[in-house]
């Protein structure tokens, strides 16, 4: 099963008894970037300068992508420059993470469940169903970050971006940042893909400062 960066992200993310989303707002953008990145990595988008083109329409054979994708695309239409990527995020950080979590909660990776808070507040919840993707994903991660493996092209954004989100607490849970943190950084900053790919990880983790930035402030 090909699980896209954005639902790896969300899969770190969910509290697999609860269902929770646990730092959701660091979450909504790097989930957002992940959206991006994939399509970047998929060849349907373009990011140069801090802005995204389409470059290519045709469908990626992944609902949740081609969504994204079609959106970016209606956004582009009719205007005379790219839009900048920190402006899309922006707008979608938080559409981007229910989207992604409905994906997950589709393909049966996370059940859906609705709850009351005080026995009286709605709210929803995404316990963890199949956890094999999940272990996956932890053991690609402690591979590459604990045992210094090299890198794929995937797994180098995904380190990005969850770095760029300052997210290692819910890849490495129970670590101290300066056994994580550092390896990350380097993986962000490495020469571990082909130059195309290395250029769209620099301009995530140059949208993902700038947003973190902004929330900061806010």
Same mark, same amino acid.
Do not use: N, Y
């Given at each position: 099963?090909?699980?896209?960066? #954005?639902?790896?992200?969300?899969?770190?993310?969910?509290?697999?008894?609860?269902?929770?989303?646990?730092?959701?707002? /660091?979450? *909504?953008? /790097?989930?957002?970037?992940? =959206?991006?990145?994939? =399509?970047?990595?998929?060849?349907?988008?373009?990011?140069?300068?801090?802005?995204?083109?389409?470059?290519?329409?045709?469908?990626?054979?992944?609902?949740?992508?081609?969504?994204?994708? #079609? %959106? &970016? $695309?209606?956004?582009?239409?009719?205007?005379?420059?790219? *839009?900048?990527?920190?402006?899309?995020?922006?707008?979608?950080?938080?559409?981007?993470?229910?989207?992604?979590?409905?994906?997950?909660? !589709? +393909?049966?990776?996370?059940?859906?469940? !609705?709850?009351?808070?005080?026995?009286?507040?709605?709210?929803?919840?995404?316990?963890?169903?199949?956890?094999?993707?999940?272990?996956?994903?932890?053991? +690609?991660? !402690? !591979?590459?970050?604990?045992?210094?493996?090299?890198?794929?092209?995937?797994?180098?954004?995904?380190?990005?971006?969850?770095?760029?989100?300052? =997210?290692?607490?819910?890849?490495?849970?129970?670590?101290?940042?300066?056994?994580?943190?550092?390896?990350?950084?380097? &993986?962000?900053?490495? *020469?571990?893909?082909?130059?195309?790919?290395?250029?769209?990880?620099?301009? %995530?983790?140059?949208?993902?400062?700038?947003? $973190?930035?902004?929330?900061?402030?806010?």
């Amino acid at each position: 099963m090909t699980v896209t960066l #954005a639902e790896e992200i969300m899969l770190l993310s969910l509290d697999d008894a609860s269902g929770a989303v646990r730092e959701r707002q /660091a979450c *909504q953008w /790097a989930v957002a970037g992940g =959206l991006v990145l994939d =399509l970047v990595l998929a060849g349907r988008l373009s990011v140069d300068g801090g802005r995204m083109a389409v470059v290519d329409t045709a469908s990626t054979g992944v609902g949740l992508l081609d969504g994204r994708l #079609a %959106m &970016i $695309a209606v956004r582009a239409a009719g205007r005379s420059r790219p *839009q900048k990527v920190t402006a899309w995020l922006t707008k979608d950080h938080r559409k981007a993470l229910d989207a992604t979590v409905a994906s997950l909660a !589709e +393909r049966g990776l996370v059940g859906e469940e !609705e709850r009351k808070v005080m026995g009286m507040f709605p709210v929803r919840r995404f316990p963890g169903v199949d956890g094999a993707v999940e272990r996956e994903l932890r053991t +690609r991660l !402690e !591979e590459t970050v604990l045992r210094r493996a090299e890198p794929e092209d995937r797994t180098a954004g995904l380190v990005a971006l969850l770095h760029g989100a300052k =997210l290692h607490r819910l890849a490495f849970p129970g670590l101290p940042s300066r056994e994580v943190v550092p390896r990350m950084r380097e &993986i962000s900053e490495g *020469q571990w893909a082909g130059e195309s790919v290395r250029k769209a990880i620099r301009e %995530m983790q140059s949208a993902m400062t700038a947003v $973190a930035l902004v929330t900061m402030r806010s």
